[in-house]
């Protein structure tokens, strides 16, 4: 069965240093999502990707996270400087397209992030 | 606006016992429902989704909810619960392939 991949499952940083975390799609998937998942709370959209291209980004800081997906297929998600607040799971999940509302979103094991 | 709330953030219930968890949405438009199952350091697992078409929904490990559009609610129920069903569980709404989450539930099984 495909699966959504992601990596690293676990990180630990300072704050002040960037990170990186890494998503891989179930192939064919042509939309892409990042979430935050803080503890005990449901998880929050940051960016939304069609293909290459942002959907919505509407959540994003811009200040310190960027997120792309160049060739419309993988997708990194970084943050530079982590900030202790960053401390939380990230979630990739993906589906067939944005058009369709009842489309099945499949996530991934999630990166969970420590910032000390 | 979609919104979904999730009431009672810790369930226990004993092992062969009732699962009843609650949500109830918000939408604009007919909704499409999910309930999601995340086991501790995971990622998310879909249990089932509500479509428009039955309006009771069954799906993987015995779980099954219903669609009542006159009290916007879409509940989570299983007859008689597992040890291995202890985690939490997460219900949303789509809206235009945007999903929105509940705060979720924390199941516990009591042996």
């Known amino acids: 069965e495909a699966e959504v991949a992601q990596s690293p499952r676990y990180k630990i940083t300072e704050k002040s240093q960037a990170v990186a975390f890494w998503c891989d799609p179930i192939?064919?998937?042509?939309?892409l999502y990042w979430y935050r998942q803080i503890l005990g709370q449901g998880p929050e959209l940051l960016v939304q990707?069609?293909?290459?291209?942002?959907?919505?980004d509407s959540q994003l800081p811009k200040d310190r996270f960027s997120a792309e997906r160049l060739k419309g297929v993988d997708s990194t998600l970084k943050i530079q400087p982590a900030e202790l607040g960053d401390s939380a799971m990230y979630l990739c999940?993906?589906?067939?397209?944005?058009?369709?509302?009842?489309?099945?979103?499949?996530f991934g094991p999630g990166t969970r992030l420590t910032v000390l | 606006a979609q919104s979904v709330t999730q009431l009672g953030s810790h369930v226990s219930v004993s092992e062969g016992a009732l699962v009843l968890l609650r949500c109830n949405y918000s939408?604009?438009?007919?909704?499409?429902l999910f309930w999601y199952v995340q086991y501790p350091n995971q990622g998310l697992q879909l249990l089932l989704k509500?479509?428009?078409?039955?309006?009771l929904v069954k799906g993987i490990n015995g779980f099954e909810a219903e669609f009542k559009k006159s009290e916007t609610s879409f509940h989570l129920t299983k007859p008689s619960a597992h040890m291995s069903d202890a985690a939490e569980y997460f219900c949303?709404?789509?809206?235009?392939?945007?999903?929105?989450f509940g705060t979720g539930t924390s199941l516990t099984v009591i042996p």
């Open positions: 949303a709404v789509s809206d235009l392939g945007q999903f929105y």
């Open positions: 509500y479509t428009s078409a039955a309006t």
């Open positions: 192939s064919g998937h042509a939309t």
């Open positions: 939408s604009s438009v007919p909704p499409y």
């Open positions: 999940a993906s589906s067939w397209q944005t058009s369709g509302r009842s489309d099945t979103q499949y």
């Open positions: 990707f069609q293909d290459e291209s942002v959907v919505d």
